[in-house]
């Protein structure tokens, strides 16, 4: 009778695993028992709540290995996120709030490099690079309207050229950097390059700075032995009327032994196309690099950039949206962008001292009453300035300009106008001397036009300003308001 050995020795060759089949359930049970490094079997076995009693018995226990509980897989996938955010932005302490202020000052300069002016202040470290390594000097005009990064830039890029010339082992140059506005006259600034340059000799007092310079850039001896990098700022105030100071700055650079890398800087777009025929014939064209208005995405990347600073979120991002949209539409200024988040920041700051509720960040509301601020015409504020009685007059004239479609009329009709106003406000309506009076008084003031005639109801009226701006003057004034219903024609 065979045994139960024998019956086990003797089972046929299919059932029994091959080497690689039955060495596979012991690696993998080895993985999932004493695998981790630094822990006792008692530990895995605890840290094993599915395991299988029979595991032991040669089984793999393979969904251990598939398996995961979706609270830890969600703390692997999101724990670094949550780790990530920004703390809140506590708007009542004062450093905080002093932070956010300083960091959207125009005054404030970024302590990284500039963004958005990647490609115009390349163009101009290669031309500084080139006058340096070369020791040959040249001449450069920036133009582009005002808040585009002209100045910044430039002073950026001289930082940079001293840092290269020193990693070269190259003499750094010298610089100067003049605002023409603080020049008291144009010829000044031939003073100022000279005075920079005189470090060795005195040129003789008979001649004039213009002429000591041209001395001195024409003779190898005593020209210096730096480069030397001017700065002119503001270059538009010192445009003459044969504008010779121009021509003769640029002339320097095209001097024999001259030493100069000028870079001017200018507001007026077309100062080039002015100046730079003349400069063309005189073989001393400069190089120019025009700087385009902020775009929208510009915009809100700078003011990002500036408040990566912080460790806090200020602005919801419809607000800074809303922002760069419309300064981008408007002019393109950045110096504007910065001064609207500023005042948007104050007035959430103002209403945060009314509110009982805790006010989180700066919302699209605060930059709308901030950028109404900002792009508000100078005729809102001397419409507000007004005698109330001027003021319902403008309200008789945009209710006949804009709801009876007029481009005139005449004194009587704007009295008819008026006096329908006073009764539906309950107001006393002057007589017909005053209310004549009253409108040569705005038309002094620029707000309408009176036209000739005998008689003084006949005489034309027509309006010189804009009847948006009477709206919005009034806007969220109920009285006014009410003037600027629609009337009959």
């Known amino acids: 009778m065979p045994t139960l050995r024998s019956a086990t020795a003797s089972a046929s060759p299919a059932a029994t695993p091959s080497p690689a089949a039955a060495s596979t359930p012991r690696s993998v049970k080895r993985r999932l028992t004493s695998g981790r490094a630094g822990e006792s079997p008692a530990a895995s076995r605890h840290t094993s709540p599915h395991r299988s009693p029979h595991a032991g018995a040669g089984t793999a226990c393979t969904p251990k290995l598939l398996s995961a509980s979706p609270k830890s897989s969600r703390k692997r996938l999101y724990g670094d996120l949550v780790a990530a955010e920004k703390p809140k932005w506590n708007p009542r302490d004062p450093a905080q709030m002093r932070a956010v202020k300083e960091a959207l000052h125009v005054a404030t300069v970024p302590s990284c490099e500039l963004v958005c002016r990647d490609n115009e202040q390349r163009r101009v470290f290669d031309f500084c690079k080139a006058c340096v390594e070369q020791e040959k000097a040249g001449s450069l005009y920036i133009c582009g309207c005002p808040g585009t990064g002209k100045t910044l830039s430039v002073n950026k890029i001289k930082d940079s050229l001293v840092r290269w010339a020193d990693e070269m082992g190259m003499e750094t140059p010298d610089s100067l950097a003049i605002n023409c506005t603080n020049l008291s006259n144009t010829s000044e600034i031939f003073s100022k390059i000279l005075g920079q340059f005189q470090n060795r000799k005195k040129g003789s007092s008979k001649l004039s700075p213009l002429q000591q310079l041209q001395s001195m850039f024409s003779n190898k001896e005593t020209t210096p032995r730096r480069m030397m990098l001017v700065i002119v700022d503001e270059m538009d105030y010192l445009i003459t009327r044969d504008r010779a100071v121009l021509h003769d700055l640029f002339m320097l650079t095209t001097c024999p032994y001259s030493r100069c890398i000028l870079i001017g800087i200018a507001n ?75 005042s948007a920041v104050e007035v959430f700051e103002a209403r945060l001292q009314v509110a009982n509720e805790e006010l989180g960040i700066v919302t699209f509301d605060h930059m709308d009453i901030a950028l109404s601020k900002a792009f508000k015409s100078p005729v809102v504020d001397s419409i507000l300035c007004l005698p109330q009685h001027q003021q319902m007059v403008l309200c008789a004239l945009a209710n006949t300009f804009q709801h009876c479609k007029k481009k005139a009329t005449t004194l009587g009709e704007l009295n008819k106008s008026y006096i329908e106003i006073c009764r539906s406000t309950q107001v006393p309506a002057v007589g017909m001397l005053e209310f004549s009076n009253m409108c040569m008084v705005l038309s002094d003031q620029g707000f309408m036009k009176l036209g000739q005639s005998k008689e003084d109801k006949l005489r034309r009226v027509t309006l010189q300003i804009d009847i948006s701006d009477i709206g919005y003057a009034f806007k969220g004034n109920r009285f006014f308001q009410k003037c600027l219903e629609k009337t009959r024609c």
Not at 291 to 305: C, G, L, P, T, V
Request: contains cysteine.
């Open 268 to 342: 007026a777009i077309d100062l080039a196309d002015r100046f730079l025929p003349k400069l063309e014939s005189l073989n001393c064209k400069p190089l120019v690099v025009t700087f385009r208005a902020y775009s929208k995405d510009q915009i809100s990347d700078i003011i990002k950039h500036r408040l990566k600073v912080l460790e806090y979120d200020v602005f919801e991002p419809l607000a800074l949206e809303f922002c760069a949209r419309k300064v981008a539409a408007a002019t393109g200024d950045m110096r504007k962008a910065l001064g609207v988040c500023r």
